[in-house]
């Protein structure tokens, strides 16, 4: 079984940055690919970012590329996503997730293909 605890979310301005953190209770780390997705009031779940096993392969959304940088620290058993230029449109509970073994993009950028979900951050962006 494996845990995941996000920390790091909070209320910030517009154009501010918030540096999110995921951490992993699980004895191989890296056999896991692992995703940041969101969800807004109303909305449904959105992938965010990804990164491959490695962290040789990073996956952004569209809405996030080049604001947004995710990594991971194998040896830490934790992934981070480090938000910059934030908007308010980035309000949501952000989740982290895990996926065991393939990291093929295709499928890291699906919520249904992850295997374990945390408990999620609230992240709120005022104008």
């Known amino acids: 079984q494996v845990q995941l605890v996000e920390s790091g979310g909070g209320l910030v301005q517009a154009g501010g940055s918030l540096r999110l953190s995921c951490a992993a209770s699980v004895r191989t780390f890296s056999n896991y690919a692992m995703g940041w997705f969101r969800q807004a009031p109303g909305k449904e779940r959105e992938f965010v970012s990804a990164i491959s096993r490695s962290g040789g392969n990073t996956y952004y959304a569209d809405s996030v590329k080049g604001r947004f940088t995710i990594s991971r620290d194998n040896a830490k058993n934790t992934v981070y996503l480090q938000m910059n230029s934030l908007k308010p449109e980035d309000t949501a509970v952000y989740y982290c997730?895990?996926?065991?073994?393939?990291?093929?993009?295709?499928?890291?950028?699906?919520?249904?293909?992850?295997?374990?979900w945390g408990q999620g951050t609230q992240v709120t962006v005022s104008a």
């Open positions: 997730a895990a996926r065991l073994w393939d990291d093929r993009g295709v499928i890291l950028t699906t919520a249904a293909n992850y295997n374990y």
